[in-house]
């Protein structure tokens, strides 16, 4: 079956403009995340969905990142007033209940952004 | 704080060595040890996991040696192939607080399987 998908796969984007990027989970997966990943860096949590319960936005790094979720369906991750240091793949993932202890997350390819 | 340290950040074998990549938590509430295999372009994808109440893991080729009282686990690649020739990262979570959704994952080992 389909599996995850991330899109646009790259983007570039001028210092001070918004992006928005998109997730497309594996259906029936109740469960999404976002991870940034930086070059030579492992992959940072970012913000995580379960269903309609309020989300796990622990991760955001400041009040420029958002993510929204409709239902349990696409997500968006956006990011206002970009800056240098926020060049990195932003990747997705979903999974069934993500409570479940050990649950795999199934990742998408990414999004490769790169702020001028 | 890093949380997961792993080494080596890179490495190079021969094919049919045996690669061993390994971690290091401080977390003590960490109890899901995941690793996951990731090629370029590509997403990472779960390869192995393993939870604190066994010393060691086997699946095909890989097998994963784990230490609660040193707090670390190391993954083995036996008879290593050229296509497994990836990234490769460790990770950790912790059902404490109920956020064992929550990976954390090491920095990453970039393994180059030469034929």
């Known amino acids: 079956g389909a599996g995850v998908s991330q899109s646009p796969s790259n983007k570039v984007t001028e210092k001070g403009k918004d992006v928005e990027l998109r997730c497309d989970p594996i259906?029936?997966?109740?469960?999404l995340y976002w991870y940034r990943q930086r070059l030579g860096q492992g992959l940072e949590f970012l913000i995580y969905?379960?269903?309609?319960?309020?989300?796990?936005k622990s991760g955001l790094p400041s009040d420029r990142f958002s993510a929204e979720r409709t239902g349990e369906s696409v997500s968006t991750l956006t990011i206002q007033r970009t800056q240098q240091e926020d060049s990195a793949v932003y990747l997705c993932?979903?999974?069934?209940?993500?409570?479940?202890?050990?649950?795999?997350?199934?990742f998408g390819p990414g999004t490769r952004l790169l702020v001028l | 704080q890093q949380q997961v340290k792993q080494s080596p950040q890179s490495l190079i074998v021969q094919k049919g060595g045996i690669p061993i990549i390994n971690c290091a938590y401080e977390?003590?509430?960490?109890?899901?040890f995941p690793w996951y295999q990731q090629f370029p372009g590509k997403g990472p994808a779960l390869l192995i996991a393993?939870?604190?109440?066994?010393s060691e893991k086997k699946e095909g080729r890989f097998t994963i040696s784990f230490n609660k009282s040193a707090k670390q686990f190391s993954l083995h690649i036996m008879d290593s192939q050229p296509g497994d020739s990836a990234t490769y990262f460790c990770?950790?979570?912790?059902?404490?607080?109920?956020?064992?959704?929550?990976?954390?994952f090491g920095k990453g080992t970039l393994l180059t399987v030469n034929p």
């Open positions: 993932a979903s999974s069934l209940e993500g409570t479940v202890r050990g649950i795999t997350q199934y």
């Open positions: 259906s029936g997966h109740t469960a």
């Open positions: 969905f379960q269903g309609n319960s309020a989300p796990d």
């Open positions: 977390n003590t509430a960490f109890d899901y």
């Open positions: 393993i939870r604190p109440d066994v």
């Open positions: 990770a950790a979570s912790s059902n404490s607080g109920g956020s064992n959704y929550k990976l954390t």
